[in-house]
C-alpha cells in the first residue's frame, strides 16, 4: 500500500454508518500514509440523480461534510483532503474512461440495477457513476481503496479499465484493490434491516442533538422473539448489541451478551449503556466540530490546499494520459515529413 484514495459524498448528514465503515478507517490511514492518503467529497457524485438533490444545499452540505470529517479526526496537514470538483482531472479522466468502457459492463452494476429499478426515469449520470469513480482512484494512480462492501463490484469495474487503458496505450495505471474495513463492513440502519442510507432516513448523525440520538436508540428493535422481560433473548438478533459492538469494549459487550442470553437484563439497560458508550466517542467530534465552525476560513483554506496538492498529482497522470491516447498537446506541435 503506497497511496489510497477513498471518497464521500455530501448528499445530507454525516452518520455513525460513515464514521466507523470509513471516517474511522480513513484516520489511521493517514496516520500511516500521511500526503498519500488522498481523500475527498465527492461533490460530483451527489450530481447523479438531479431530482434527488437541493442545489441551495450542495455547497454548505460539501463544506460540512469536510469540517465533520476534520473534526473526527482527519488532519489537512498531514493527508490530501479536497472537494473532487476543485480538481477538473477528475471529470477529464472519466471521459476518456467513457469511451473504453463497454455499455454491457455498466448496466451489469448491482446499484445501477437496484437504482435503476425504483425510477421512474433512469438518468444517465446513474450509469455513468463507476466510470467517474474509477477516474477519481486512477487520476491519482491509487493502488488501495477503502470502501462499503457494496463498493467492490465498482472496483472491480477499475481495475478492468485500468488493464483495458494499459493493454491499448501502454502500461500507466496499477489495479487498485478495495480495502474493506473488517470491523464495520456493513452497519445496518436504526430499522435492524437496510444498511444505515441518508436516502432511506434510518441514521444517527455524528453531529445530531443528544436527545435525539437518545430516542432513536431507545427505539432500537429488540430480539423479536423476546416478549416478556423473563425470556431470555439472542443478542445477534437485535440491532442494539450490533451497535454496542462498535463502541464498548469487548469485555463490556460480552458481558451483557451474557447477561441477556439468560434474561438478566433489559433491553432498555443496554440500549442506555450502549448510549452512554456511544456519547463517549461522539462528544468530542461534536465539541471539534463546534470550534472549525467558529474558524470557517481554516476549513476552507485547508481544502483549498489539499486540492492544489491533489492537482499536481492529477495534472502529471492527465498529461501522460493526453499523449498516450494521442491528443494534440499545446506544448508541441506536428512534425510533417
Sequence with gaps: MTRVLSGIQPSGEIHIGNYLGAIRQWVELGERLGREAFFCIVDYHALTNPLAYDPSTLAQRTFEAALVNMAAGLDPERVTLFVQSHVPEHTELAWVFTTLTPLGDLTRMTQFKDKAAKQEAVWSGLLMYPVLQAADILV??????????????????????????????????????????????????????????????????????????????????????????????????????????????????????????????????????????????????????????????????????????????????????????????????????
Design 140 to 337: 491519482y494512480k491509487a493502488d488501495t481503496v477503502p470502501v462499503g462492501e457494496d463498493q467492490v463490484q465498482h472496483i472491480e469495474l477499475t481495475r478492468e479499465i485500468a488493464r483495458r487503458f494499459n493493454a491499448l496505450f501502454g502500461e500507466t495505471f496499477p489495479e487498485p484493490e478495495a480495502l474493506l474495513n473488517p470491523e464495520a463492513p456493513r452497519v445496518p440502519g436504526i430499522d435492524g434491516k437496510a444498511k444505515m442510507s441518508k436516502s432511506l432516513g434510518n441514521t444517527i448523525g455524528l453531529l445530531e442533538d443528544e436527545r435525539s440520538i437518545w430516542e432513536k436508540i431507545r427505539h432500537l428493535p429488540d430480539d423479536p422473539q423476546r416478549i416478556r422481560l423473563a425470556d431470555p433473548g439472542d443478542p445477534e438478533r437485535t440491532v442494539v448489541f450490533t451497535y454496542l459492538g462498535y463502541f464498548a469494549p469487548k469485555e463490556l459487550v460480552a458481558a451483557l451478551k451474557e447477561e441477556y442470553r439468560k434474561a438478566g437484563i433489559g433491553t432498555l439497560v443496554v440500549k442506555r449503556i450502549l448510549f452512554e458508550e456511544m456519547m463517549k466517542v461522539l462528544r468530542p467530534i461534536r465539541e471539534r466540530a463546534e470550534q472549525l465552525k467558529k474558524h470557517p476560513d481554516h476549513v476552507m483554506d485547508a481544502l483549498l490546499e489539499g486540492a492544489r496538492r491533489a492537482r499536481a498529482v492529477a495534472q502529471a497522470t492527465m498529461e501522460e494520459v493526453r499523449e498516450k491516447v494521442g491528443l494534440l498537446l499545446p506544448a508541441k506541435r506536428p512534425v510533417y515529413r
